[in-house]
């Protein structure tokens, strides 16, 4: 006796279903995947530190190239009064 097709699919994924929710899957399967979480979870740690590690590198070289270009205008500065007062009273 034929079925209809939507009938005949219908048994067709109970059957895969009730088939694979009885087959055994391997142990070793879940502990590889288990492994790989584990190192995966590990590496965003490592990439987390490291993000923050430059995050503070950063902060700490624009900090020190704000004061080299403060000390650099002072610098600059003191020598345009130097050279303005050494014409004033060289004169």
Known sequence: ?????????????????WYFSRKQTP???FRT???IRDKLQELNKILDE??????????ALNKITLW???IAAA???WSMVEFFLSRVILR
Do not use: H, P, W, Y
């Open 1 to 17: 006796m034929l079925e209809k097709k939507e009938d005949a699919q219908t048994t067709f994924f109970k059957t895969l279903t």
């Open 27 to 29: 142990i070793g399967f």
């Open 33 to 35: 995947i288990g492994d």
């Open 50 to 59: 490291a993000n923050q590690s430059q995050d503070r590198l950063t902060s």
């Open 68 to 70: 080299g270009v403060i």
């Open 75 to 77: 610098t600059l500065a």
